[in-house]
């Protein structure tokens, strides 16, 4: 071997060493016959450093993966040969192998175990364990051999190939025929041999049963000196975690249901007898999250036995089974109300099937009932925030706290299901105990309080608001909290977690203020100073904004007597934030978002007429146009990059809160009917210049290009004198990006006011294409993806215009561009349909095309056109589908297939028998299609029901593809 090579596999080799390793490992790889060297060197203990011969496995490795069958018996049985001697040279070493080595090992082993148990080597098993015999060296290896096969053949985390499925069980059935008893037997010797002496022999024994237990004989393992012996290991500190794994996955094993119940049964009296079953909250937490684990299985085990009893009939059996389940609750209960997190979430799987079958049952007993009851209170216990939970800056902890605590909501949701009625009456003792003394109470139990308050919305479902109206004693509980909650004071309580909880709590509920509005100036006022959006936290302050905007637009119908003492106290929020000055806002941009469409709400909605609704408007979005202006101009002449970008930014948000502010309007209360048209088209007016802009283009014209969007819908036709203008802008120095993004803008214009445009359609039309092919013909880098799928989707968007354009009943707008440019454009579509392998692109021009069809292709059509449709569409309909590269089994180009069917029945709608001739004596014999397909392709097209065609071209090109 190259010992030059070889000095690179060590870790702190320089980078040239390591370099040359790699490539001498790739060398060895392709090599016939490097890995002979790498046997004889592990057989011989040629090398003593570990990372050679790590090397030298992963070589090996490498052999058998992917060029094992090229080797001759006789170096197949080299490899046997060579691996049988390397363990036994690990019985005489004076120091163990590294743990990585051994590992390695074990994958080879399992690999080798794989390719030649069935046919080479079906006493693998049986030649191991003679070598190893009860040798702890040996042993070690072998149980490791044994996790790496687990790992190979069982494991359901790995995704195998059918093939590797079918072999996988081939060897389970010939391992459980031909030697699972012996290994369970060598397993038992072990356990008995190190129980004592060697833990970790011990533990990975105990390891090897509860990975194999799942598909062996379950007799084999669990019989009573099995049993009695894993139960004794529950009781030895270092064994009881790996014990208690191993039982979980022998509780777990499939197998009839009432000897599922004996088996959970005869554990139970055990572990009980020997004390397991009173928790100590001072015991090792490690062990007791696996013991939680364990008893969890235990109970759904149960469960799944109970079901399936209940389902075939035998209730006798059933009812042993509940029983059975009963007398593991009070355990269950322990567990769940345990301090640490990860005990009581190991245990809520049981609890949660556990009610499930409570809620299956027509009448609880008293028992059930205080189950229930215990259950509801370890819940509300445990959804409790702990002292060390960080609000400002949430971690891992803060996280997986979040995440249990999902899981608790689901028992609570679980709980309202057995009983809505306890559950209530549970939250509102609770509650009022917490509300009635919420300044001396701490802030993780009037958070909670709260919280539950909450949870109830969802756990207690209420049809339209029926909590506060309909059902009196469900919607009286829920309002006198309610009432309780808004009228404490609990909402000045100074921790970040109460303040949420309570604007979320009371924005869920807001129901509640149309049946007592009184209440309302209160809650705005709550939201309005340090409680809500002037709070200390950024975070209440960003979500109360959004919060606020909720509740205003649920509740606008109340707050007409505030609108002009909200808007001024709302006032210094709405400011542009200045990027000069390094003066901070209370609020950040988005944050600024929803306060803006707030104002607009207030406005729009509030009961004073048209001129003052106008007067208020403009009052919120002139300080936005003047500010406009002035950073414009400072954006045009600024020369730092980094300030245009901060300038360009502001500029952008000001459009953004303009566009956000026409949100509030409706069908009912439209810009027109408020007055509000003016201060929008003084918008557009103010705004458009930024399209001029030299720098910052993008982030500039997305923003102008979005407020245009808002205001097609808001001011209709009033918009329009504005279109040209914009478009002339939008259309300067563009990139395959921006035409992209116009497109739709002008698709918009195009299907809402049709003719009306029709004029600068016809004028735009020509410009705009040019640029896009403009564009399209630049050339990029070979590689460039990015360049390619913006292209890409460049062409599908002048696709999708023409199709707007020939769908809005617009051709007049292609056929007065002139027969050149006509011609042009229709060559474009005829290449998208058959050129480009882009379905959706496909499909689209097949649409344009029989839409053409159907305006000009009658006798009394466009001129000319009739000869483009049979020497260009027809071929379209042909040359496309036969592409390589049209895929029929791909869904979206079934889709443009069908639009390709629906162009050809278009074509034979408008020209008739002329169509069936020159398919018959033209076109279809110059592709060599055989007489009596020709026959049958035409009987197709002339069926009237369009169906059959399409079924028909299918399979028609199915047959033609080679």
Known sequence: MDEQALLGLNPNANADFRERALAYFEQLKVSQDAWQVCAEAL?????????????????????LKFKYAELTGLQQQLIRETLIAWLQSQMLNAQPEKTFIRNKAAQVFALVFVTEFLTKWPKFFFDILSVVGLNPRGVDLYLRILMAIDAEVVDRDIIHTPEEARRNTLLKDTMREQCIPNLVESWYQVLQTYQHTNSELTCQCLEVIGAYVSWIDLTLIANDRFINMLLGHMSVEVLR???????????NKGMDPIDKTKLVESLCQVLQSAGFFSINQEEDVDFLARFSKLVNGMGQSLIISWTKLVKSGDLKS????????????????QLLIHEDDDISSNIIGFCYEYLHILKQLVLLSDQQKTNVEAVMLAVMRKLTYDEEYNFENEGEDEAMFVEYRKQLKLLLDRLAQVSPELLLASVRRVFDATLQNWQSSSFMEVEVAIRLLYMLGEAIPASHGAHFCGDVAKASALQDMMRTLVTSGVSAYNHTSVTLEFFETVVRYEKFFTVEPIHVPNILMAFLDHRGLRHSSPKVRSRTAYLFSRFVKSLHKHMNAFVEDILSRIQDLLQLSPPENGFQMLLSSDDQLFIYETAGVLIVNSDYPAERKSILMR?????????FKILLDKLVVEQDEERQTVLADCLNHAVGFASRTSKAFSNKQTVKQCGCSGVYLDCLQSFLPALSCPVQKEILRGGVRTFLHRMIICLEEEVLPFIPMASEHMLKDCEAKDLQEFIPLINQITAKFKAQVSPFLQQVFMPLLHAIFEVLVRPSEENDQSAALDKQMLRRSYFAFLQTVTGSGMNEVIANQGAENVERVLFTVIQGAVDYPDPIAQKTCFIILSKLVELWGGKDGLVGFADFVYKHIVPACFLAPLKPTFDLADAQTILALSECAVTMKTIYLKRGPECIQYLQQEYLPSLQVAPEIIQEFCQALQQPDAKVFKNYLKIFFQRAKP
């Open 43 to 63: 057989a011989q203990r040629i090398y003593s450093d570990d990372h050679v011969k790590f090397f030298c496995f992963q070589v090996l490795e490498h052999q």
């Open 241 to 251: 975690e790996e014990a208690c794994d191993c039982l979980y996955e022998i509780v």
């Open 318 to 333: 059933a009812q042993d089974t509940l029983q059975s389940i009963e007398s593991k609750v009070p355990l269950m209960l």
């Open 619 to 627: 009052n919120l979005l002139n300080p936005l146009m003047e500010k």
